[in-house]
């Protein structure tokens, strides 16, 4: 049981170094990469069977597919969710060929392992070790990317897009859900007061997390037309702050920056866990814990797609409108 808090507590000390608000900088290295990767050969021991929070996330992300007329013969589902995309998908999107790509070599196994016990659906399914950040698929030779709660864990998000769009055949789409900056709200608060409290001060830390406002704005430098952002909240409820971290360790969602070494210290981690407590435990002893998602859609340019009219081309004038709809403007 000790070993246990310990490793929790652990947990607790690295999440809470890489909270914040802001977008990520392309000139920058934020995360270790590697470490990142073992995280995740980590998380595909830990991580459940089903996870609710993740299949409801793929599961929206999915949905969009129902929205296109399109099919999309061939796809790349890279890095993040990859078993419950591939575990969900149930024929939507009429993909042939699916790519599935990950830096972890234990969870690219773990996906492999798990088609297996999957019903017969006609997929043509494989597998590759790669990072999102240096893409390893030819230019124009897919249909269709999909990345579900990966790619806010590189370090030029921007690039890493690039590539994706770069990967698409014209009129091909590209599917992200990534950890918006309202993820673990009350964790960066108690965070935040539990270092004041026991540091006398707040360490500087670099956030990991997009906010709202970029996404539209990251569509558009990566080139994609169409662009498309919605944004969900989710409150999931735990038994103690532990329980949170170990969700998180299963998720392969801890910290993973290079500058490790400034964590938490080992009393400002249990102070953090009684604050939270203290200020967010409901009646039943339980605390919440919100996950803000981005949900992403973009289009690779083609010449069947809608186009803005030109400028000068209006037909009617905006005089004309307030005239219609009153001289103040309203309905």
Same mark, same amino acid.
């Given at each position: 049981?000790?070993?246990?808090? *310990? ?8 999440? #809470?170094?890489? $909270? ?7 000139? %920058? ?13 980590? /998380? ?89 950040? +240096? ?11 999909? $990345? #579900? ?16 769009? !770069?990967? !698409? ?14 993820? %673990? ?48 909240? +989710? ?8 329980? %949170?971290?170990?969700?998180?360790? /299963? ?5 993973? !920056?290079?500058?490790?070494?400034? @964590? ?17 435990? *409901? ?32 037909? @009617? $004038?905006?005089?004309? %409108?307030?005239?219609?709809?009153? $001289?103040?403007?309203?309905?």
């Amino acid at each position: 049981m000790r070993r246990s808090i *310990a490793r929790c507590l652990g947990g607790l000390r690295s999440y #809470c170094t890489d $909270s914040g608000d802001g977008s990520q900088s392309s000139k %920058l290295k934020i995360f270790d990469r590697h470490f990142k990767r073992m995280q995740r050969d980590r /998380a595909a021991w830990l991580m459940k069977p089903k996870d609710s929070l993740v299949d409801t996330v793929a599961e929206n992300l999915l949905d969009r597919l129902e929205d296109c007329k399109r099919t999309f013969p061939t796809a790349l589902c890279m890095g993040g969710s990859l078993e419950a995309i591939r575990r969900l998908l149930r024929g939507r999107g009429g993909i042939e060929k699916l790519l599935m790509m990950d830096t972890s070599w234990d969870m690219v196994k773990l996906c492999k392992d798990a088609e297996q016990q999957m019903p017969t659906d006609n997929i043509e399914t494989s597998y590759i070790i790669g990072d999102e950040e +240096y893409l390893p698929v030819k230019e124009n030779s897919v249909d269709l990317v999909i $990345s #579900c709660l990966g790619l806010h864990w590189t370090n030029d998000l921007p690039g890493a897009m690039i590539q994706s769009r !770069l990967a !698409l055949k014209p009129d091909g789409l590209f599917l992200a859900a990534i950890l918006g900056g309202e993820t %673990l709200r009350e964790l960066r608060i108690a965070c935040t007061i539990a270092q004041m409290e026991r540091e006398g001060g707040i360490s500087p830390r670099l956030s990991p997390l997009a906010q709202v406002r970029d996404a539209g704005n990251l569509l558009t430098r990566a080139g994609f037309t169409l662009p498309g952002v919605d944004v969900d909240e +989710y409150t999931i409820r735990y038994n103690s702050a532990l329980e %949170l971290i170990e969700h998180l360790r /299963a998720m392969g969602e801890t910290s993973a !920056l290079l500058q490790r070494s400034k @964590v938490l210290k080992k009393d400002t981690a249990l102070a953090t866990a009684a604050i939270y407590e203290s200020m967010f435990a *409901a009646e039943d002893g339980t605390i919440p814990a919100t996950f803000q998602i981005i949900y992403m859609t973009g289009w690779r340019e083609h010449q069947s797609q809608q186009k803005p009219k030109k400028r000068g081309s209006a037909t @009617v $004038s905006f005089h004309d %409108l307030q005239k219609q709809f009153g $001289s103040d403007g309203s309905c």
